[in-house]
């Protein structure tokens, strides 16, 4: 990906054709738009004002019928709109323009702010509404015990003056907080929950205020305000277990520095804001400062940090040419940095954006959730109506009772429960495995991976370290310069082996060198072919039999020449007996794919307690059995970790790879793992059960709520204030239920019998 600095359509054209005059504001957008591998560009927009699915719905069906907009997700915890344009020649200004039209206020989202002071303010806003209504709800109170205590003709008249003097004003400073939104949806010609809400505290002030303007007996001041003083405690609990929920993120957001010091020509140092650096300059990292973006050292050398990347607390030593990630902390010595990538495509960037994708995906219950949403906010108005007429009839015109019920019905049937009931824990999830090094890149991979039954695992980087080393080489001397430059050339695990192996021996001047994904690398010296990788592959360019070799499958082969083997010796994956073993107690099917030789598969799979094991098998070969798997009924997890995987991770109903595997690999991939235990494979898994648990269990809390207090609210038995009351509690219980995800220690009794002693760097010699 590539920063997207905009297209042939100009900024100032778009903005007449959709008529936005803010030009700072979509140049600020446009220059912040990546580029993507397929030409089309992603923009990531705040919306500080989304709270619930109403919003989330609105947003999105706003926006994905638009022509040019591929996708829009909204991310509810850090309140941010993703949209990807079909190309970098359309202004993203056609956005912007719906997006106010729909009621919200839009910005790009600020590298220099990744720890989102928008959303601070604003949650600072929230607790000063709810301390000025809770202030007046207790003078309120004051006034109404007095009026309750038997306080009648002009004394009482004087304390609902006064009680109105202080509730007017308090309603309409604390109310903003719903008013605002309730206003900006009826401008867009929509609803969402903070209308109802709304009409309720203005019909119950309203109703206060024609009663003391006629010398009512009753007036409602104190249950306007005090339920308006609830409302308040309820969003801002809400916030606040938000906040706790996206606290993975935004601690990951405190990592990233705000800028760097750049070295100029003349070798002094210049420091320059994250967003301004650039690829290829240089950067001067001290010691105790964190690196602004992904690098490779130039000079100096020094202890790094690498935690964030590993999970590990262990210093790692970086000299010239080390390649470092953003976020890392520089301990001991200084160091430049030549830049490679921006920082908004950094490693820390990357792994943000599978943090903030945790919602984004719209898996089975957040489509449940999402329906309900769209229908729920006039369902709940057409219920509040004809409570209205039904009580009009039964009491014969008592409009005051009626009014009173309808209030009560608009406030407890408001959705705020079914709308929690998935994000919160989709986000609490992502946050529990970001914790134990596992990156979730979709929010809907988290329910796949419940239902998968079946674990199909890769050997080499996958159940094994992916560092083999050569155990023992059968080729001739001549030979050795031609293998070692096919070598050097290939990203493979057993290809660097090789290379090491051969130290400083002479590299051969290959021509037309290129990597064949599941066989190997091919080059043409002197005329003819060579090739480095599995031994049938290399033999069709011979007519030897390739009788050197009989375990790990890597031959080198030079046309109408002989076949020379290699043997190579590889380590289990630290904890991968005890992770094999923990997924297969809990009822999931096991087997190996590889490319290599049977003998060396049969030796891990033996291992490791995998009895289904397929040798020889190409990246096609993955997805057939995948796919034949899949055509039993079976849902295939899928664990690689190469360039041939990448096919089948695709293919999988879900898939996992280390941090170690191949760019495509990862991309392919739904779930990251950044430590080397093999025990982030079923600590996933059992974090996905126990999700879908909640998940259930959320969606069952807010269907009995809403069982319960809704005919008892169009019954009348429930006031404005119990109303209140209810409807705060609900979206309380059912963030507190999601928040037991977030409890320490392992979950499933199989993965909790399985203690982290296991055998680490045992070599398997085929």
């Not at 919306?47 to 994905?64: F, M, Q, T, W, Y």
């Not at 205020?209 to 009512?216: A, M, P, Q, R, W």
């Not at 599978?354 to 108005?381: C, F, K, L, S, T």
């Not at 020889?616 to 995948?626: C, D, E, F, L, Y």
């Amino acid at each position: 990906m590539s920063s997207c600095c905009g297209g042939d359509l100009g900024v100032d054209n778009a903005l007449n054709s959709v008529g936005i005059r803010d030009v700072a504001r979509v140049e600020e957008l446009q220059r912040a738009g990546h580029l993507e591998e397929d030409g089309t560009v992603r923009y990531v927009i705040s919306v500080p004002d989304v709270h619930c699915g109403a919003c989330i719905s609105a947003i999105e069906r706003g926006l994905n019928g638009l022509d040019g907009v591929v996708s829009a997700r909204v991310n509810l915890s850090l309140k941010r709109l993703t949209v990807i344009l079909d190309s970098a020649d359309r202004s993203p200004a056609f956005v912007l323009s719906r997006l106010d039209s729909l009621g919200y206020k839009a910005a790009p989202v600020d590298l220099g702010d990744l720890g989102n002071a928008e959303q601070k303010r604003k949650s600072d806003r929230l607790l000063k509404a709810l301390a000025v209504a809770g202030f007046a709800a207790g003078n309120i109170m004051l006034l109404s015990v007095s009026v309750w205590s038997g306080a009648s003709g002009a004394t009482r008249d004087l304390f609902h003056l006064i009680s109105g003097l202080i509730a007017i004003p308090v309603v309409a400073y604390s109310g903003q907080v719903f008013f605002q939104s309730a206003f900006r949806a009826l401008a867009a010609r929509r609803l969402n929950m903070d209308v109802p809400i709304s009409l309720a505290v203005i019909l119950a002030l309203a109703m206060s205020v024609y009663e003391s303007l006629n010398g009512g007996a009753e007036a409602y001041f104190d249950a306007a305000v005090t339920l308006l003083f609830f409302l308040l405690i309820g969003r801002y609990l809400d916030e606040l277990m938000r906040d706790h929920a996206r606290s993975a993120v935004l601690g990951l957001a405190k990592m990233t520095a705000r800028g760097g010091n750049v070295v100029g020509p003349d070798g002094a140092s210049v420091y320059t804001p994250v967003d301004e650096i650039e690829p290829g300059m240089v950067l001067r990292v001290a010691p105790g400062e964190r690196i602004p973006a992904d690098g490779r050292v130039v000079r100096g050398a020094s202890d790094l940090d690498r935690s964030l990347v590993t999970g590990e607390s262990a210093p790692v030593a970086v000299s010239q040419n080390t390649d470092v990630e953003a976020g890392t902390l520089n301990l001991t010595g200084p160091i430049d940095i030549a830049v490679t990538r921006k920082a908004d495509e950094s490693f820390i960037a990357e792994v943000m954006q599978m943090m903030e994708a945790a919602e984004n995906g719209r898996g089975r219950y957040v489509r449940i959730a999402d329906r309900a949403a769209q229908i729920y906010a006039p369902a709940v108005h057409l219920l509040a109506l004809f409570a209205f007429l039904g009580w009009m009839i039964v009491t014969e015109g008592d409009w005051h009772a009626s009014l009173y019920t309808a209030i009560s019905v608009l406030i407890i049937t408001c959705p705020c429960a079914l709308g929690l009931a998935v994000p919160v824990v989709h986000v609490i999830g992502a946050a529990r495995l970001f914790n134990r090094g596992i990156l979730m890149k979709d929010g809907s991979a988290l329910e796949r991976l419940a239902e998968a039954d079946t674990a199909v695992f890769d050997k080499t980087g996958t159940l094994t370290t992916g560092t083999p080393r050569i155990a023992d080489a059968s080729i001739a001397a001549t030979d050795i310069p031609a293998a070692k430059a096919l070598a050097e050339h290939s990203i493979q695990p057993a290809s660097r082996a090789i290379a090491a192996y051969f130290g400083g021996s002479p590299v051969a001047d290959l021509s037309q060198i290129k990597e064949v994904p599941g066989f190997g690398v091919e080059g043409v010296l002197d005329g003819k072919r060579v090739r480095l990788g599995r031994i049938d592959w290399a033999n069709e360019i011979t007519n030897t039999a390739g009788n050197a070799v009989t375990g790990s499958g890597l031959a080198f082969a030079r046309e109408g020449g002989a076949v020379s083997g290699f043997v190579l010796s590889e380590a289990l994956r630290p904890e991968a007996v005890e992770a094999v073993a923990a997924l297969g107690e809990n009822g999931m099917g096991l087997e190996v794919l590889s490319g290599d030789a049977a003998p060396a598969v049969e030796a891990i799979a033996r291992r490791t307690g995998i009895d289904n094991y397929r040798a020889g098998v190409t990246p096609a070969g993955k997805i057939a059995r995948i796919k034949a798997l899949q055509s039993e009924g079976h849902r295939v997890l899928m664990v690689g970790d190469g360039l041939n995987d990448a096919p089948a991770l695709a293919a999988g109903h879900v898939s996992m790879a280390p941090a170690s595997a191949s760019d495509i690999g990862r991309m392919a991939a739904d779930f990251v793992f950044t430590r080397d235990t093999m025990l982030s494979v079923p600590f996933a898994r059992d974090i996905s059960v126990k999700a879908g648990q909640l998940v259930r269990q959320n969606f069952g809390l807010a269907i009995l709520y809403n069982i319960i207090a809704v005919p008892l609210a169009v019954a009348g038995f429930v006031t404005p204030l119990i109303a209140a009351l209810a409807m705060s509690g609900s979206s309380i219980v059912v963030v507190t239920n999601s928040m037991r995800l977030a409890r320490g220690g392992r979950l499933l009794p199989s993965l909790k019998r399985h203690k982290e002693t296991a055998e680490e760097g045992r070599e398997v010699v085929a």
